[in-house]
């Protein structure tokens, strides 16, 4: 009866577990989303995702000071304009003094290249409908319209020295679309994280709160059905072939096959968003004692790691990065 193949010699020790681990979680593969909100003068803790704030200037500077210390890959920014500044259009996204330009000065002048700046690029933080574009007489989010806003917001990002713009609309041909914007004004370091395979997902629900966005409708006519695999493939194909310099897919963790899945067929890096709602789900079960909230976060960020992401942005990134080193 006695085995002679026996797969828990490798599971012995720590030391040999440590050994034959296949994947790795280091601070580099983490980036940490952060909110910035203009009009207030205290942060603005979200309740739907404790622990997580809308910055103040001053304290998003002290807090990405932070994550750079733990050695966290990289900075993502989305901006919160005061409810009156909000339009159909979304003005304040490309305004120079609009909060999420400004926020990106501030860091970029802190911070220079010592991380990697990234910016949300996306409308519907600033509209008042909250669409990711502008609306059409319909009520429809019209494509091509939009994309003369997103490269607008894109030259303004670059101006205010974003490192990375991540367009997160959508909308068909935004990465051509700004990545000509920005070669032809001389940007041409400037990279495009492009939100390739993003889902509408119930899973945002948290990240409305933080963004203070009460959004008319939904996005299904331009974010992709959860029921659909290649439908992700040829997203990523298009972005790859329109100059993308790293893909994501979001959500993660109901997406994993998806990551997997793009992992296989990308050349550049594939990155993965652990989004408000997956933030929130292990907090609140372990706030009422049902799972093991440190060891629930580490295995979640590696599980998105092991399908096949070398980049992760997580709500947890400054935190984790303090606990790995
Ligand atoms: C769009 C954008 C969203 C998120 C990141 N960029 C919201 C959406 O698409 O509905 C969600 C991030 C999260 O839920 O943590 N600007």
């Given at each position: 009866m006695a085995p002679v193949i026996r797969p828990r010699r490798l599971r012995t020790t720590p030391a040999m577990r440590r050994l034959v681990a296949e994947t790795s979680l280091e601070p580099r593969h983490l980036v940490l989303p952060m909110f910035v909100a203009d009009g207030i003068d205290a942060p603005v803790p979200i309740s739907s995702m404790p622990g997580v704030v809308q910055h103040t200037m001053d304290s998003l500077r002290g807090a990405a000071a932070e994550a750079v210390a733990a050695g966290v890959g990289g900075l993502m920014l989305f901006g919160v304009p005061r409810a009156e500044d909000k339009d159909a259009t979304g003005s304040g996204a490309d305004a120079e003094?609009?909060?999420?330009?400004?926020?990106?000065?501030?860091?970029?002048?802190?911070?220079?290249?010592?991380?990697?700046?990234?910016?949300?690029?996306?409308?519907?933080?600033?509209?008042?409908?909250?669409?990711?574009?502008?609306?059409?007489?319909?009520?429809?989010?019209?494509?091509?319209?939009?994309?003369?806003?997103?490269?607008?917001?894109?030259?303004?990002?670059?101006?205010?020295?974003?490192?990375?713009?991540?367009?997160?609309?959508?909308?068909?041909?935004?990465?051509?679309?700004?990545?000509?914007?920005?070669?032809?004004?001389?940007?041409?370091?400037?990279?495009?994280?492009?939100?390739?395979?993003?889902?509408?997902?119930?899973?945002?629900?948290?990240?409305?709160?933080?963004?203070?966005?009460?959004?008319?409708?939904?996005?299904?006519?331009?974010?992709?059905?959860?029921?659909?695999?290649a439908e992700a493939l040829r997203e990523v194909r298009l972005d790859l072939e329109e100059g993308a310099d790293i893909v994501m897919v979001k959500p993660a963790m109901s997406y994993l096959d998806i990551v997997r899945d793009v992992a296989e067929m990308s050349e550049v890096p594939v990155a993965a968003y652990q989004i408000s709602?997956?933030?929130?789900?292990?907090?609140?079960?372990?706030?009422?004692?049902?799972?093991?909230?440190?060891?629930?976060?580490?295995?979640?960020?590696?599980?998105?790691?092991?399908?096949?992401?070398?980049?992760?942005?997580?709500?947890?990134?400054?935190?984790?990065?303090?606990?790995?080193?």
């Amino acid at each position: 009866m006695a085995p002679v193949i026996r797969p828990r010699r490798l599971r012995t020790t720590p030391a040999m577990r440590r050994l034959v681990a296949e994947t790795s979680l280091e601070p580099r593969h983490l980036v940490l989303p952060m909110f910035v909100a203009d009009g207030i003068d205290a942060p603005v803790p979200i309740s739907s995702m404790p622990g997580v704030v809308q910055h103040t200037m001053d304290s998003l500077r002290g807090a990405a000071a932070e994550a750079v210390a733990a050695g966290v890959g990289g900075l993502m920014l989305f901006g919160v304009p005061r409810a009156e500044d909000k339009d159909a259009t979304g003005s304040g996204a490309d305004a120079e003094d609009g909060i999420l330009n400004r926020a990106l000065r501030g860091l970029a002048d802190d911070l220079g290249d010592a991380t990697v700046l990234m910016a949300d690029t996306c409308l519907d933080e600033f509209t008042d409908h909250g669409h990711c574009g502008v609306v059409d007489g319909r009520g429809r989010v019209d494509n091509d319209e939009t994309l003369e806003r997103y490269v607008s917001m894109s030259l303004a990002q670059a101006r205010a020295g974003a490192h990375l713009l991540g367009p997160s609309g959508m909308m068909d041909g935004q990465v051509a679309t700004i990545r000509a914007a920005l070669d032809a004004e001389g940007f041409t370091d400037t990279g495009i994280l492009a939100y390739a395979a993003k889902y509408a997902s119930a899973f945002y629900g948290p990240f409305r709160e933080a963004v203070g966005s009460s959004l008319q409708g939904d996005r299904r006519t331009y974010q992709q059905d959860a029921a659909n695999r290649a439908e992700a493939l040829r997203e990523v194909r298009l972005d790859l072939e329109e100059g993308a310099d790293i893909v994501m897919v979001k959500p993660a963790m109901s997406y994993l096959d998806i990551v997997r899945d793009v992992a296989e067929m990308s050349e550049v890096p594939v990155a993965a968003y652990q989004i408000s709602g997956e933030y929130s789900m292990i907090s609140a079960a372990a706030e009422r004692g049902w799972i093991d909230r440190d060891a629930a976060i580490l295995e979640s960020l590696t599980s998105i790691r092991r399908a096949g992401a070398s980049i992760v942005l997580t709500y947890w990134a400054t935190e984790v990065a303090q606990r790995l080193s």
